[in-house]
């Protein structure tokens, strides 16, 4: 008789292991497909299977693997008056100034250390307009076609070029051309090319070739 009721207590004892396993494999299923990484979704977990199966808040946050101390925590923020204030008096005064600008100078300031990301936050929640600047309008313009020269000696192109040879001692070239057929009137190569040299060079082929048009 003993036995008996030895195997009746053991078998009502696997009957409510297995209501309850039956219970949170429900549960399971029912969240498996969500994706929670932050705790604020888990908790949000534990309402759903509190309300949709009736069970309680320890049971539901083992199911959501989330701890009933986490589920209970209350985010306590100190008062950002300060922070704002301190913000609020700098932009007045430096209206064109940014958030780093801004950090920096509270960072040097106020006998207070305050955290970057709440600085940043509090910033971030006044939302300082600052006026922007307005784009010039670039009037219309209206390209022209290039003239080409007709002729030899109608124009003439001038530039200058440098280089360097393997040990490094650089050189510069005036190179004077007719930009009818591109041919070269002057090529002057020296270190160092003066203004009275340029002139020297472009009197040189004057005297010879005539001016151009």
Sequence with gaps: ???????????????????????????LEEIISKKAVKKSRRRAWVEHLRARFEVSVAFACDAAGLGPSVYYYKCKRPSDDDVIDALLA?????PRWGMPKLFKRLWHQSSKVWNKKRVERVYNLLKPNLRRKRKRR????????????S?????????????????????????VLDEYN????AIEVDTSLTAERVIRVLERVIAWRGKPK
Excluded: I
Excluded at 90 to 94: K, T
Excluded at 138 to 149: A, I, N, Y
């Design 1 to 27: 008789m003993k036995r008996l009721k030895e195997l009746e207590d053991e078998n009502r004892k696997l009957k409510d292991m297995f209501a309850t396993l039956s219970l949170k494999h429900s549960m």
């Design 90 to 94: 700098l932009v007045e005064r430096h």
């Design 138 to 149: 670039v009037p219309t313009r209206t390209p022209k076609p290039l003239s080409e020269p």
């Design 151 to 175: 002729k030899h000696n109608d124009s003439w192109s001038m530039d200058f070029m440098s280089n360097a040879p393997s040990y490094g001692h650089r050189f510069r070239t005036l190179n």
């Design 182 to 185: 591109r041919q070269a009137l």
